[in-house]
């Protein structure tokens, strides 16, 4: 399982284990990160938002049209933000770094 870490807007790091074939947003949520995911992942609200590390942008990739105009509603918008219901777990994504704006 890959391990994904969680940087919250204390900057307090937690790192957690990962099933493959969910999503960012439901590993937030599952382990109290401070992710919401009101809409359960059907890109029509903000609260799974995340700023993807830099570093990780390119394997993560951008986002789609429709999560892009989500996007635009996000408090303290980055260019490597996205809707962590959109991010697949995979193996590819072990050590994933991911902040959690401040709401």
Not at 3 to 8: G, S
Not at 64 to 76: H, K, Q, V
Request: proline share 5%; net charge negative.
């Amino acid at each position: 399982m890959p391990k994904l870490v969680f940087v919250n807007s204390d900057g307090i790091e937690k790192s957690v284990e990962a099933e493959n074939g969910i999503s960012l947003m439901e590993v937030a949520r599952d382990n109290n990160l401070g992710i919401e995911g009101t809409c359960g992942g059907s890109i029509s609200c903000c609260t799974c938002h995340v700023i993807i590390d830099k570093k990780w942008f390119s394997v993560v990739g951008g986002p789609n049209p429709d999560e892009e105009d989500m996007l635009d509603l996000a408090d303290g918008l980055q260019p490597t933000s996205r809707l962590g219901c959109q991010i697949e777990v995979s193996d590819k994504l072990d050590g994933l770094r991911v902040s959690i704006p401040e709401e």
